[in-house]
């Protein structure tokens, strides 16, 4: 089976840049999508095709995808960014799950 | 406006059949290209794709749980209904059904329903 792999957590200062990973075979193969999830709410789709943003997600949230690696960026970071965010690509038809990362604002 | 709701059993028995709802809203699953995805969340726990059902009968499952998955859709009716057998407390879960478009993937979510597994 294929697996996406995240860091547990993120720490990040109000106003700075976050970077968070996501890794997988050849990963930059494939379209990944990133979902934001704020406690006890459902995911909010904030990147898909790798960097492009739905209506609505604030600019500051950007994507890239390359060799093994995906990575959400969201620059100016906010108190209300703090969520966990998933990464989510498709493998053989089947859609996969990163196990998520918890983005702290401190 | 796309809008989808979950509903079901809050609570299960092990080893029953566990029969979910997606009822939705603001678009047609009889528009190609347009599916309907069923995911889970163990509480605390990341996010796990379960199955997507497309706007031709197409069905797609998780491998590790395909044998115990079934997803069909009523079109006139506007629900999708996933049937999970053979339940087990590890399945205790909130379950989300969410619009999967093929440009954006799955761009709109349920607000989700638990499911707690006990005796």
């Known amino acids: 089976s294929y697996d996406l792999t995240q860091p547990p957590s993120v720490s990040v200062s109000p106003g700075q840049t976050a970077s968070i990973t996501c890794s997988g075979h050849?990963?930059?193969?494939?379209?990944v999508c990133w979902y934001q999830q704020r406690p006890g709410q459902s995911p909010v789709l904030v990147i898909y095709q790798d960097n492009k943003r739905p209506s609505g997600i604030p600019e500051r949230f950007s994507g890239s995808n390359s060799g093994n690696t995906a990575t959400l960026t969201i620059s100016g970071t906010q108190a209300m960014d703090e969520a966990d965010y998933y990464c989510q690509a498709w493998d053989s038809n089947t859609a996969v799950f990163g196990g998520g990362t918890k983005l702290t604002v401190l | 406006q796309i809008t989808l709701k979950e509903s079901g059993p809050t609570l299960v028995k092990p080893t029953q059949t566990l029969r979910l709802t997606c009822t939705f809203s603001g678009f047609s699953l009889s528009t190609s290209g347009v599916g309907v995805g069923w995911i889970r969340q163990p509480p605390g726990k990341a996010l796990e794709w379960l199955a997507l059902?497309?706007?031709?009968?197409?069905?797609r499952s998780s491998p590790s749980l395909k044998s115990r998955l079934t997803i069909t859709k009523d079109t006139s009716k506007n629900q999708v209904v996933l049937t999970m057998t053979n339940i087990d407390p590890v399945d205790t879960a909130t379950y989300f059904c969410?619009?999967?478009?093929?440009?954006?993937?799955?761009?709109?979510w349920g607000q989700g329903t638990t499911v707690t597994v006990s005796s």
């Open positions: 050849n990963l930059g193969d494939k379209y």
């Open positions: 969410a619009h999967f478009n093929p440009l954006y993937g799955m761009d709109v």
């Open positions: 059902i497309y706007w031709d009968d197409d069905k």
